[in-house]
């Protein structure tokens, strides 16, 4: 839960434990093609009741080219409403 203060680092380190092998795969399988490309990860956690890092989210944003200040926020925060809106559908069931 997100009452924890490392919970989101600890998550994103599961994250990248999860996908090594998959990445160190298609890494390998490119050298091995001799092609140019390579894979990597980027992680993006909102966490239980829907706060995230903003800074660190909108740097991963960044790093896949989304360059407009105004469309990271706008991806930020529909990120963080669709979160909510998921937990209070959840909590609906209780």
Sequence with gaps: MDTNEDWAEKKEQEKIDRYSS?????NCLSDR?????????????AVVRGSLHTNQFL??????????????????????????????MIFKFF
Excluded: P
Excluded at 22 to 26: D, K, P, T, Y
Excluded at 33 to 45: D, G, I, L, V, Y
Excluded at 59 to 78: D, F, G, H, M
């Design 22 to 26: 998959h990445l160190g795969f298609i």
């Design 59 to 88: 740097t991963r944003l960044e790093s896949l080219r989304v360059k407009n200040k105004n469309t990271r926020e706008a991806i930020r925060n529909r990120k963080v409403q669709k979160t909510l809106s998921m937990s209070d």
């Design 33 to 45: 093609e001799k092609t140019s490309w390579k894979a990597s990860q980027t992680n993006f956690t």
